[in-house]
């Protein structure tokens, strides 16, 4: 069975605004580490946005003050608000899991959504 499910995505211009989301299974949702991991055409996989059980967050500088992620504990369910969107921000999204918030930041993770794609035309 899939633990994590995403939702979102798609085509927009520079500056432009989209949100993803993520269904998790509960136990993954409740004992994991969440995060948003992108994968840019011919670059390896980043962390773009982790969150704990307590709702604390981490960025990278790429997208800090642009990308939100917040999760509805009632839902399962994970978002990602991008704003101020780039064309650098072009990639797969995946919606992962892991016990270590530092394995997630670094674009790895032992669950992970199918992907969604996002793409930012200049």
């Known amino acids: 069975a899939q633990v994590l499910v995403e939702s979102g995505g798609g085509s927009v211009q520079a500056g432009g605004s989209l949100r993803l989301s993520c269904v998790a299974s509960?136990?993954?949702?409740?004992?994991?580490?969440l995060a948003w991991i992108r994968q840019a055409p011919g670059k390896e996989r980043e962390g773009v946005a982790v969150?704990?059980?307590?709702?604390?967050?981490s960025y990278p500088d790429s997208v800090k003050g642009r990308f939100t992620i917040s999760k509805d504990n009632a839902k399962n369910t994970l978002y990602l608000q991008m704003n101020s969107l780039k064309p650098e921000d072009t990639g797969m999204y995946y919606c992962?899991?892991?016990?270590?918030?530092?394995?997630?930041?670094?674009?790895?993770?032992?669950?992970w959504g199918q992907g969604t794609q996002v793409t930012v035309s200049s």
């Open positions: 969150i704990d059980s307590d709702g604390i967050t």
């Open positions: 992962a899991a892991d016990a270590a918030s530092g394995r997630l930041i670094r674009g790895r993770a032992v669950y």
């Open positions: 509960a136990y993954t949702y409740k004992n994991y580490y």
